[in-house]
């Protein structure tokens, strides 16, 4: 008997073999016609204002993308009449005319809304994008007599309005402060990927989608590259979000249709295959058009590859290739089965209630670095490893560390980072934990808590004073000493013998970890990794030595002991 259950909404499962055929890897949907036609005839007339001879869009523009635009404003239900793409996130390679592109689209969703007096947002990461945006949709205009009569430029709001509806396209930067009372009926937001780098961005876009549940719904459209560093934030879950739906998985009837120019993983995590110049058409639409091909590879062979840094940083620019868990040439061997050992939700209460044992790895920092914490249990039906970490800054990081500030400030908002004033608070804070789990009788009575001994004079104070002392506490040798761990934890994820508590901070920390072979040994050590912080797996490492001695549980928990039954 054949399965003949529909796909769920914007489910597109062949889509690698489109991108192989040359097509755009986007889930068929309905079409009005009238729409499409309407839509097509005005952005075609557009032209390029930065290109000698000023070409029109129906010259110039790349099929795919006016594939794009019509799935967006002239999708509709046949039998409702109903328009069913209310959100899209397109992810294609730099260089593809992407924000000129939405420029025009920006203009063509201005022509085509007829309800008066709405307002429409044009969105960049930075002043400087959000002024091109507004530069080229500007230029169309002046190119053509008609244009200057249908819409108002106002230079200094950076404000286009159409004359006839008063409806306004606004071009601004975002912030927190873009959304003021009315909601946008359409939303075009260029680069997300940075706004993963911002912490708000999340509550933002809330805001912006809180039009989507009126009656008059708000659209979004979501155009960018991938990530020049591991996706984090808001860029993270949209991503994974858009994937999941590409996949079939993202429930019956998703808002959001996913137009995603990426090679599977498997392409992805192999350099010979996304080196091969043969293969870069496959992710680079407008290759022939705004591409040039031959210059393209002259970049990559005199600027890409310089180093494995700097080509892994070009390959996320130019052909998508997701930096962090499981790409990169030198990265930890763990990281590629990271993501397929997750359970999502894990709390630390869970795996005290599931684990039989439990072990505790510490790594502390300095002013300027962060400190970690992490809980390795064995659990009681199977001997799985489960994982949970915290870590903790002290504010002094995000003054000395700004690259990674908003990403913090974004773990802080996941509950996995305390952000603390002192280093005697953060002492307390970890001692508190280590303090929880030993009540439960679920550490050994030797060896339950194991610190890299760097900088824990507070740490040690703090601990002594919630009564755990030596043989309890025990220092961990670093560097090559931790080769067990770093290679045995790796295999363990790969047979999902180690879970872990999905927290994002923990994948931040993997996609950053490097390991470098001394000798006969694996290393990862801070040294390594550069500037990527690791805290938090080089602490998970910590509590794996000690859960390699089959260590026992101490016995009794504090509440048995005090005749407190707990349930």
Same mark, same amino acid.
């Given at each position: 008997?054949?399965?003949?259950?529909?796909?769920?909404?914007?489910?597109?499962?062949?889509?690698?073999?489109?991108?192989?055929?040359?097509?755009?890897?986007?889930?068929?949907?309905?079409?009005?016609?009238?729409?499409?036609?309407?839509?097509?005839?005005?952005?075609?007339?557009?032209? *390029?204002?930065?290109?000698?001879?000023?070409?029109?869009?129906?010259? +110039?523009?790349?099929?795919?993308?006016?594939?794009?635009?019509?799935?967006?404003?002239?999708?509709?239900?046949?039998?409702?009449?109903?328009?069913?793409?209310?959100?899209?996130?397109?992810?294609?390679?730099?260089?593809?005319?992407?924000?000129?592109?939405?420029?025009?689209?920006?203009?063509?969703?201005?022509?085509?809304?007829?309800?008066?007096?709405?307002?429409?947002?044009?969105?960049?990461?930075? =002043?400087?994008?959000?002024?091109?945006? %507004?530069? $080229?949709?500007?230029?169309?205009?002046?190119?053509?007599?008609?244009?200057?009569?249908? %819409?108002?430029? $106002?230079?200094?709001?950076?404000?286009?309005?159409?004359?006839?509806?008063?409806?306004?396209?606004?071009?601004?930067?975002?912030?927190?402060?873009?959304?003021?009372?009315?909601?946008?009926?359409?939303?075009?937001?260029?680069?997300?990927?940075?706004?993963?780098?911002?912490?708000?961005?999340?509550?933002?876009?809330?805001?912006?989608?809180?039009?989507?549940?009126?009656?008059?719904?708000?659209?979004? *459209?979501?155009?960018?590259?991938?990530?020049?560093?591991?996706?984090?934030?808001?860029?993270?879950?949209? *991503?994974?979000?858009?994937?999941?739906?590409?996949?079939?998985?993202?429930?019956?009837?998703?808002?959001?249709?996913?137009?995603?120019?990426?090679?599977?993983?498997?392409?992805?995590?192999?350099?010979?295959?996304?080196?091969?110049?043969?293969?870069?058409?496959?992710?680079?639409?407008?290759?022939?058009?705004?591409?040039?091909?031959?210059?393209?590879?002259?970049?990559?062979?005199?600027?890409?590859?310089?180093?494995?840094?700097?080509?892994?940083?070009?390959?996320?620019?130019?052909?998508?290739?997701?930096?962090?868990?499981?790409?990169?040439?030198?990265?930890?061997?763990?990281?590629?089965?990271?993501?397929?050992?997750?359970?999502?939700?894990?709390?630390?209460?869970?795996?005290?209630?599931?684990?039989?044992?439990?072990?505790?790895?510490?790594?502390?920092?300095?002013?300027?670095?962060?400190?970690?914490?992490?809980?390795?249990?064995?659990?009681?039906?199977?001997?799985?490893?489960?994982?949970? +970490?915290?870590?903790?800054?002290?504010?002094?990081?995000?003054?000395?560390?700004?690259?990674?500030?908003?990403?913090?400030?974004?773990?802080?908002?996941?509950?996995?980072?305390?952000?603390?004033?002192?280093?005697?608070? =953060?002492?307390?804070?970890?001692?508190?934990?280590?303090?929880?789990?030993?009540?439960?009788?679920?550490?050994?009575?030797?060896?339950?808590?194991?610190?890299?001994?760097?900088?824990?004079?507070?740490?040690?104070?703090?601990?002594?004073?919630?009564?755990?002392?030596?043989?309890?506490?025990?220092?961990?040798? $670093?560097?090559?000493?931790?080769?067990?761990?770093?290679?045995?934890?790796?295999?363990?994820?790969?047979?999902?013998?180690?879970?872990?508590?999905? $927290?994002?901070?923990?994948?931040?920390?993997?996609?950053?970890?490097?390991?470098?072979?001394?000798?006969?040994?694996?290393?990862?050590?801070?040294?390594?990794?550069?500037?990527?912080?690791?805290?938090?797996?080089?602490?998970?490492?910590?509590?794996?030595?000690?859960?390699?001695?089959?260590? =026992?549980?101490?016995?009794?928990?504090?509440?048995?002991?005090?005749?407190?039954?707990?349930?």
């Amino acid at each position: 008997m054949f399965d003949t259950e529909p796909l769920p909404r914007f489910a597109c499962p062949d889509w690698w073999e489109k991108l192989q055929a040359g097509e755009v890897p986007i889930a068929p949907v309905p079409i009005n016609a009238e729409k499409k036609a309407k839509l097509l005839a005005f952005f075609n007339r557009l032209r *390029l204002p930065d290109v000698p001879g000023n070409p029109t869009m129906a010259e +110039a523009c790349g099929e795919w993308f006016k594939t794009i635009l019509v799935a967006f404003f002239a999708s509709e239900d046949p039998e409702t009449h109903r328009e069913i793409v209310w959100e899209l996130l397109c992810m294609v390679p730099k260089k593809n005319s992407k924000s000129t592109y939405v420029a025009a689209l920006g203009l063509t969703a201005l022509y085509m809304e007829e309800a008066p007096n709405r307002q429409m947002l044009l969105v960049g990461p930075s =002043q400087n994008i959000s002024e091109r945006l %507004f530069s $080229q949709a500007q230029g169309m205009i002046d190119l053509d007599e008609k244009l200057k009569l249908i %819409f108002k430029v $106002q230079d200094h709001l950076k404000t286009i309005t159409r004359r006839k509806t008063g409806t306004a396209l606004d071009v601004k930067t975002f912030d927190t402060s873009i959304v003021t009372g009315e909601i946008p009926v359409l939303t075009i937001i260029d680069e997300l990927h940075e706004l993963g780098k911002k912490a708000k961005a999340a509550k933002v876009m809330q805001q912006i989608r809180g039009g989507g549940i009126t009656k008059v719904r708000g659209k979004v *459209l979501m155009i960018t590259t991938q990530s020049d560093e591991m996706p984090t934030g808001i860029w993270e879950s949209e *991503l994974k979000k858009a994937r999941a739906i590409r996949d079939g998985k993202g429930g019956r009837s998703p808002i959001m249709l996913p137009v995603l120019y990426e090679f599977p993983v498997k392409q992805q995590l192999d350099p010979k295959f996304w080196g091969d110049r043969a293969n870069w058409a496959l992710v680079l639409p407008n290759l022939g058009l705004s591409i040039d091909e031959e210059a393209l590879e002259a970049d990559y062979e005199n600027n890409g590859r310089i180093s494995k840094q700097v080509e892994q940083i070009w390959a996320s620019q130019h052909l998508n290739i997701e930096i962090g868990v499981g790409i990169g040439g030198d990265a930890w061997s763990g990281a590629v089965h990271w993501e397929g050992a997750s359970v999502p939700g894990l709390t630390l209460d869970q795996l005290l209630d599931e684990c039989e044992v439990c072990t505790i790895g510490v790594d502390w920092g300095g002013a300027d670095d962060l400190a970690a914490l992490a809980v390795v249990g064995r659990r009681k039906r199977d001997k799985v490893w489960l994982l949970w +970490a915290k870590a903790w800054a002290r504010k002094t990081v995000f003054k000395q560390r700004p690259k990674i500030a908003d990403a913090l400030r974004g773990f802080e908002e996941d509950g996995d980072l305390s952000v603390v004033d002192s280093p005697e608070k =953060q002492a307390a804070e970890a001692a508190a934990i280590c303090a929880m789990v030993n009540h439960t009788g679920k550490l050994p009575e030797a060896g339950g808590i194991g610190l890299d001994v760097a900088g824990v004079a507070l740490l040690l104070d703090a601990l002594e004073e919630q009564q755990m002392a030596s043989p309890l506490i025990q220092s961990v040798r $670093q560097g090559w000493a931790l080769q067990p761990a770093v290679t045995t934890v790796a295999l363990k994820l790969e047979s999902r013998r180690l879970l872990h508590a999905d $927290q994002p901070i923990m994948a931040w920390a993997v996609g950053n970890a490097k390991q470098e072979l001394k000798g006969n040994n694996y290393m990862v050590t801070k040294e390594v990794s550069g500037a990527g912080k690791i805290d938090p797996l080089m602490a998970a490492f910590d509590a794996a030595m000690l859960m390699f001695n089959n260590p =026992q549980p101490s016995g009794t928990s504090i509440y048995e002991e005090r005749g407190i039954l707990v349930i």
